[in-house]
C-alpha cells in the first residue's frame, strides 16, 4: 500500500468538502475545485479530515490509491492557499509585457507572442525590465500546465542561458567554440 495514501488530509479551516457519489467539490477562500475519482478507491469524510482507502490490492488500484489522496490534498491546498510558478526570462531584449488580462512576451521572434489568460490563471509580471512572470491560479495541475505552455515558447539554451526557465531551474552550460 502507498504510504502517501494511508496519510489523512486535514482540511484548514474555511474549506467545506462536498461528496456526491464519485465527485468530490472542495470549497475554500479562493475558489471551487471539483473532480471525479475512481469508483474502487474509497473517500471517507469524517469531522475535518479526510481518508482515502481501498478494499483491492491490485496493481491498478494501488496506483490509483497514492494518486487520488495527493489530488485532494492538491484540491485542498489550492482552494486554501492558491499555487503559484515563478518564471525568469533572460537575454538582451527579451521581455514580458501585461496587455489587458494577456501575456505579451518579447522573446527574440519578429512578432511578439500573446498569450490569453485562461480561465482561472492569473499572469503577473514583476522586475524592472519585466524579467519575471508569475502564473497563479488554485488548479495545481492547470497552474504547471500554462507554465510549461510559457516555458516552451523559447525554453533556455545551453550556451548562453537565454531564454524562458523555471525560477530555481539549473541550466547546464556547453563550452562554445574556441577562437582561432
Given at each position: 500500500?502507498?504510504?502517501?495514501g494511508?496519510?489523512?488530509?486535514i482540511?484548514?479551516?474555511?474549506?467545506?468538502?462536498?461528496?456526491?457519489g464519485?465527485t468530490v467539490?472542495?470549497?475554500?477562500p479562493?475558489?471551487?475545485?471539483s473532480?471525479t475519482?475512481d469508483?474502487?478507491i474509497?473517500i471517507?469524510?469524517?469531522?475535518?479530515?479526510?481518508?482515502?482507502?481501498t478494499?483491492?490490492n491490485s496493481?491498478?488500484v494501488?496506483?490509483l490509491?497514492g494518486?487520488t489522496?495527493?489530488?485532494l490534498?492538491?484540491?485542498v491546498?489550492?482552494?486554501s492557499?492558491g499555487f503559484e510558478?515563478?518564471?525568469?526570462i533572460?537575454?538582451?531584449g527579451y521581455?514580458a509585457?501585461?496587455?489587458?488580462?494577456?501575456?505579451q512576451?518579447?522573446v527574440?521572434?519578429?512578432?511578439p507572442v500573446?498569450i490569453?489568460?485562461?480561465?482561472?490563471?492569473?499572469?503577473v509580471?514583476?522586475g524592472?525590465?519585466?524579467?519575471?512572470?508569475?502564473?497563479?491560479?488554485i488548479?495545481?495541475?492547470?497552474?504547471?500546465?500554462?507554465?510549461?505552455?510559457?516555458?516552451?515558447i523559447?525554453?533556455?539554451e545551453p550556451?548562453?542561458?537565454k531564454?524562458?526557465?523555471?525560477d530555481?531551474e539549473?541550466?547546464?552550460r556547453?563550452?562554445?567554440?574556441?577562437?582561432?
Amino acid at each position: 500500500m502507498s504510504r502517501i495514501g494511508k496519510k489523512p488530509i486535514i482540511l484548514p479551516d474555511g474549506v467545506e468538502i462536498k461528496k456526491d457519489g464519485n465527485t468530490v467539490t472542495v470549497k475554500g477562500p479562493k475558489g471551487t475545485l471539483s473532480k471525479t475519482f475512481d469508483p474502487r478507491i474509497k473517500i471517507e469524510i469524517e469531522n475535518k479530515t479526510i481518508k482515502v482507502s481501498t478494499e483491492t490490492n491490485s496493481k491498478d488500484v494501488r496506483a490509483l490509491f497514492g494518486l487520488t489522496r495527493a489530488l485532494l490534498n492538491n484540491m485542498v491546498i489550492g482552494v486554501s492557499n492558491g499555487f503559484e510558478k515563478t518564471m525568469i526570462i533572460e537575454g538582451v531584449g527579451y521581455r514580458a509585457a501585461m496587455q489587458g488580462a494577456d501575456l505579451q512576451l518579447n522573446v527574440g521572434y519578429s512578432h511578439p507572442v500573446l498569450i490569453k489568460k485562461p480561465e482561472g490563471i492569473n499572469f503577473v509580471v514583476e522586475g524592472a525590465k519585466a524579467e519575471i512572470v508569475k502564473v497563479q491560479g488554485i488548479d495545481k495541475e492547470a497552474v504547471g500546465f500554462y507554465a510549461d505552455k510559457i516555458r516552451g515558447i523559447r525554453p533556455p539554451e545551453p550556451y548562453k542561458g537565454k531564454g524562458i526557465r523555471y525560477d530555481g531551474e539549473y541550466i547546464r552550460r556547453k563550452a562554445g567554440k574556441t577562437g582561432a
